[in-house]
């Protein structure tokens, strides 16, 4: 052999054995991928528990002792949500998370029967999209059910992953589908019903009065919910707005007055009546647009005349426009003003955190005129944008992701583009409940 071949042979050798050796790990790495891939996402899972449970907890006030104190500047919870207010959103074993506010104060846990005590005769009113209307219906479930939605929605053919710390599963059921998940119904006919009563009183036993049915058009879908004498007679009314403009017609129908007495019932008949309603645009009341609604001394006003509490979200249907934002909160601040007592308020509540209400600069728009609009009209900023900010950087792109760490952290609290799996509701709605009620002694 001649000097250059052997050189080529030597060569060709180790380049033989190098990409076999290439190769096995390239095959060992692919074949146990997945094996590889979970040890990672629970490795880093456990870290973030790890990292998650501080030793500050004893070291920080109760929110309840910050707001009680004697003239506390603090006693109306706007901090709560304020921007400086540092927020974590801590694990739990389920992968769904608990709000803490690590560095500001620890958050009472309310009890269904804490929050009737302290809303006892009161009138909630919350106006907005369909985040606004889950949220509605996760504390109205609270209310009539003394506990909250399960964790995560039904997982159809699927296993539930989702397993706390006495190992029970946090799924709902395919059998008692979530009211916070549309994905869990056969479909909207079948969803409403369930909530207005069907034909033997509904998941709110009758309580929940609903003048909504699934348009392709614009209308003002309503539900209305009254809680029992025992669970201190709470009123809490919903109202969408929809549209992506600013003058929509609106237009719906007066409630019956059927939650009061719990005889509320939604059957398929009374559905297709209201179908055919609808279609006739045969309504009890409407007008050129929600704001001309809300002005005092309309049909539409009258209803709503009592209101001890209005939440304001125009939500993902896009900015409100600056005259817009003015006459609606001036008409709330004047809605919620009728009473002697102090204790009613109105708020902007601004639009929690997806890729979308990012993308369109939701949180920059009502974090500025509508804010300042809100104040000037004697209202409150309700930022649950800042609350959950974190959530909007979690990006889904169709075709969805192979599963990842990424699309784990997605799926756990989103299931869809813009809405949470219910869980989120029960830690946004409790912390209301922290702003409206810790100052009660
Ligand atoms: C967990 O499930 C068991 C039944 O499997 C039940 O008895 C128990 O009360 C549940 N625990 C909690 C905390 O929900
Ligand atoms: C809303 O309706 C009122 C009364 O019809 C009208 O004066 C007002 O200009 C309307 N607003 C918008 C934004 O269209
Ligand atoms: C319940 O309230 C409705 C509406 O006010 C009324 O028509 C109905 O008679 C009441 N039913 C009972 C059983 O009190
Ligand atoms: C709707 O309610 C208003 C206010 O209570 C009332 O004036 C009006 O007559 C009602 N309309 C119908 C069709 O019942
Ligand atoms: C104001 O509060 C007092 C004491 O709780 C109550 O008796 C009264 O009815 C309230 N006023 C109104 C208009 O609700």
Redesign the pocket.
């Known amino acids: 052999m001649k000097k250059g071949d052997r050189n080529l042979f030597v060569f060709l050798v180790t380049f033989v054995i190098f990409s076999v050796s290439l190769w096995i790990n390239y095959y060992f790495l692919i074949k146990h991928s997945s094996y590889l891939e979970n040890e990672v996402v629970t490795a880093i899972h456990q870290k973030r528990i790890d990292e998650m449970q501080p030793s500050y907890d004893d070291q920080i006030p109760l929110c309840e002792e910050l707001m009680q104190q004697p003239h506390s500047p603090f006693a109306d919870g706007a901090f709560l949500t304020r921007k400086t207010t540092q927020v974590v959103w801590k694990m739990r074993r389920d992968g769904s998370r608990e709000l803490t506010l690590p560095t500001t104060c620890r958050l009472k846990r309310y009890t269904a029967h804490e929050a009737g005590k302290c809303l006892k005769d009161k009138s909630l009113l919350y106006i907005g999209d369909s985040l606004t209307r889950y949220q509605y219906l996760s504390l109205t479930y609270f209310f009539e059910h003394k506990k909250w939605p399960m964790r995560f929605q039904a997982k159809r053919n699927n296993p539930c992953l989702h397993i706390d710390e006495y190992s029970n599963e946090t799924c709902s059921k395919a059998e008692e589908p979530s009211v916070c998940a549309e994905g869990d119904w056969k479909g909207w006919p079948e969803f409403l019903q369930a909530l207005g009563g069907g034909n033997d009183g509904g998941i709110y036993h009758g309580r929940m009065e609903a003048q909504y049915v699934r348009s392709p058009d614009v209308m003002a879908n309503a539900m209305q919910y009254v809680a029992s004498e025992v669970d201190g007679r709470i009123k809490a009314t919903f109202v969408e707005e929809v549209g992506w403009n600013?003058?929509e017609e609106w237009k719906g129908w007066n409630f019956s007055g059927c939650a009061y007495n719990a005889t509320c019932r939604y059957t398929q008949e009374k559905y297709d009546e209201n179908m055919r309603k609808y279609e006739q645009n045969e309504f009890d009341w409407s007008?050129?647009?929600i704001?001309?609604a809300f002005s005092e001394g309309t049909d539409f006003h009258s209803q709503y005349a009592y209101t001890n509490y209005v939440f304001y979200n125009r939500g993902l249907w896009g900015k409100i426009?600056i005259?817009?934002a003015h006459?609606m909160l001036v008409a709330l601040n004047a809605l919620t003003g009728g009473d002697e007592n102090q204790s009613n308020r109105c708020f902007f509540r601004s639009t929690t955190g997806s890729e979308r209400s990012r993308d369109s600069n939701l949180e920059k728009i009502e974090y500025g005129f509508v804010r300042d609009i809100a104040y000037d009209a004697g209202c409150e900023y309700f930022d649950i944008a800042h609350v959950t900010d974190e959530f909007s950087r979690m990006l889904f792109r169709f075709p969805k992701p192979p599963r990842s760490r990424l699309s784990y952290e997605y799926s756990s609290i989103f299931w869809d583009a813009v809405h949470y799996v219910p869980w989120v509701y029960e830690e946004l709605n409790n912390l209301m409940l922290n702003m409206l009620c810790n100052s009660q002694k």
Do not use: I, L, R
């Open positions: 600013e003058d007008y050129s647009n704001t001309s426009p005259a817009k006459v």
